[in-house]
C-alpha cells in the first residue's frame, strides 16, 4: 500500500555542486515531490560548509520546490 511518511531531504549546495550536478539533483527532488504521496511530510536542510534548515514539516510539495529553487 502507498501509506504516507515523513521525508528528511538533506542537498548538498557546496562548491562541489556547481553547474550541471545541482540541476540534476533539483530535477531529481522534483521527480521525487512529484510522485510522492499528497500527504507526506517533507522537510529540506541545505548544507555546504553547515547545515541549514529551509523548510520543516510540510505536506505542501510546491513548498519544497519553491525553496529548491532558492538555494
Known amino acids: 500500500t502507498d501509506?504516507?511518511?515523513?521525508?528528511?531531504?538533506?542537498f548538498d549546495v557546496s562548491g562541489s555542486m556547481n553547474g550541471e550536478k545541482i540541476a540534476r539533483a533539483r530535477k531529481a527532488l522534483q521527480r521525487f515531490i512529484n510522485t510522492s504521496h499528497p500527504n507526506d511530510e517533507d522537510s529540506l536542510i541545505a548544507f555546504n560548509t553547515r547545515a541549514q534548515l529551509l523548510l520543516d514539516r510540510t505536506r505542501n510539495?510546491?513548498?519544497?520546490?519553491?525553496?529548491?529553487t532558492l538555494v
Open 61 to 68: 510539495g510546491d513548498a519544497l520546490a519553491e525553496k529548491l
Open 3 to 10: 501509506a504516507p511518511v515523513s521525508v528528511g531531504v538533506v
